[in-house]
């Protein structure tokens, strides 16, 4: 299957479990994605359901309840498409929900800070409890044996020092971890808490780490740019924003016409801050 296939079945299930048209007397239907306060962002939304589903499907879904399907289809999208490109990014993954940072062998040492922070309550006063986090997707890859290091040739043994502490190698740890490989925050929806939300993710996971920093990435259906900009602007904390439809994106807001929102289309994509949901399984494989 092609990620071109992956994308449009991945939009296929969007369509059928989580897009729907609320039903609004006052404002008029609006697609759930879609804050029904602003005109830009209902037209934008519903440009995009339109492209995407073959016909409105109408019903409600919590807000909560939407953002745990995206989660969902999100994480199999990228498991499957990941997968496709095993011969270019060899290793064995796993795909986790909402999973703590501390069990993996960047941020183990967390999972004992934690116990102590339990223990003596003046000193969580002081250094906070946020920074065991839970991320809303997690790719961990499992160490690897000496077997499969020298399944061509030998390469590693115990005759001598060499590579004794890369947590690569499944040997060195008495009880091996799985190397967070990345963080993905995955957002149906963007307001401003939820931006800085994922930044402070982000920051956490930079300082906290001991060893090889995860790719740290968002993911978000938020029809909006200035508020997709609100997160994807900048450097430092994230590497970059996924659209879970940027064609169809693009088309919508050429289609309204609205110049602000044209602007910010460019100013984030040719910035190198915005990409198509398509892009991530290649970016995760550098």
């Avoid at 223990?119 to 499969?148: C, N, W």
């Avoid at 957002?187 to 300082?207: G, H, P, V, Y």
Wanted: hydrophobic fraction near 40%; aromatic fraction near 8%; charged fraction near 25%.
């Amino acid at each position: 299957m092609t990620i071109s296939e992956l994308r449009k079945q991945y939009h296929e299930n969007i369509c059928k479990d989580l897009l729907r048209m609320n039903k609004n007397t006052d404002k008029g239907d609006y697609p759930n994605n879609a804050d029904g306060d602003s005109k830009i962002s209902v037209n934008i939304a519903r440009e995009i359901l339109l492209q995407l589903c073959s016909e409105p499907v109408y019903g409600n879904i919590s807000g909560q309840k939407a953002g745990k399907i995206f989660e969902m289809l999100t994480k199999d999208f990228i498991a499957h498409s990941f997968s496709l490109l095993e011969h270019i990014r060899p290793g064995e993954w796993s795909y986790l929900i909402e999973t703590e940072i501390s069990h993996f062998e960047q941020y183990k040492d967390l999972a004992e800070i934690d116990i102590i922070l339990k223990e003596h309550k003046k000193l969580a006063a002081t250094f906070g409890q946020d920074y065991i986090i839970k991320p809303d997707i997690i790719i961990g890859r499992k160490p690897v044996s000496d077997a499969m290091f020298n399944k061509k040739g030998k390469i590693v043994d115990y005759k001598n020092n060499a590579a004794k502490l890369t947590p690569l190698r499944e040997s060195n740890c008495v009880t091996p971890k799985q190397l967070l490989h990345a963080s993905i925050s995955c957002k149906w929806t963007l307001r401003s808490d939820r931006a800085q939300n994922i930044r402070t993710e982000a920051f956490n996971l930079i300082r906290n780490r001991k060893g090889k920093l995860p790719h740290i990435v968002a993911v978000t259906a938020e029809p909006t740019l200035t508020r997709i900009a609100s997160l994807a602007l900048g450097t430092g904390d994230i590497d970059c924003v996924y659209h879970f439809a940027l064609d169809e994106l693009k088309n919508a807001v050429f289609n309204i016409n609205d110049d602000s929102q044209i602007d910010m289309f460019h100013i984030l994509v040719e910035g190198r801050r915005l990409r198509d949901i398509s892009d991530l399984p290649f970016d995760l494989a550098i």
